[in-house]
């Protein structure tokens, strides 16, 4: 079975709609969905992944951690690289950093899903962001 991210050029249209404003890839998006529901479900899960949240401007970054509980932060950062916890801890106040550390430092082993639920959740709350146009994942600059 052909999945849409093996299926020739797909990928290519991901990187292409990756290239536009939100409103018009969100446009886009739901004139393939009347054709291809499948596809346009793929396309908008390739639009912002958990990775992409990482490479957001620190000022962006601390918008969205804002928005987020302690506990979903918690369960986002287990198994990321050293680095990569500090870009996350980097939008937050120092104090509110160590205390999340120390947490993360204590915190019983979860289950991987748990994981990956916290991280897309995150990833909602991006989207949300976006749609408002507090966030942006384009080159497109934010001016205040």
Not at 86 to 110: C, F, H, W, Y
């Given at each position: 079975m052909t999945t849409p991210s093996t299926k020739p050029g797909w990928q290519r249209l991901a990187l292409m709609l990756a290239g536009m404003t939100p409103r018009a890839a969100e446009r886009m998006i739901e004139q393939i969905r009347g054709d291809d529901p499948a596809l346009a479900d793929w396309l908008m899960a390739q639009r912002i992944s958990f990775q992409q949240i990482l490479k957001l401007p620190q000022v962006q970054l601390a918008l969205l951690i804002g928005q987020l509980t302690d506990r979903d932060l918690l369960l986002a950062m287990r198994?990321?690289?050293?680095?990569?916890?500090?870009?996350?801890?980097?939008?937050?106040?120092?104090?509110?950093?160590?205390?999340?550390?120390?947490?993360?430092?204590?915190?019983?082993?979860?289950?991987?899903?748990?994981?990956?639920?916290?991280?897309?959740?995150?990833?909602?709350?991006a989207r949300e962001l976006e749609s408002e146009g507090r966030l942006t994942f384009s080159d497109e600059p934010m001016i205040s």
């Open positions: 198994g990321l690289s050293h680095g990569d916890k500090q870009t996350v801890l980097s939008g937050i106040s120092k104090r509110r950093a160590q205390i999340l550390l120390d947490e993360l430092k204590n915190m019983a082993p979860v289950p991987k899903r748990e994981v990956e639920d916290a991280q897309a959740r995150i990833v909602t709350a």
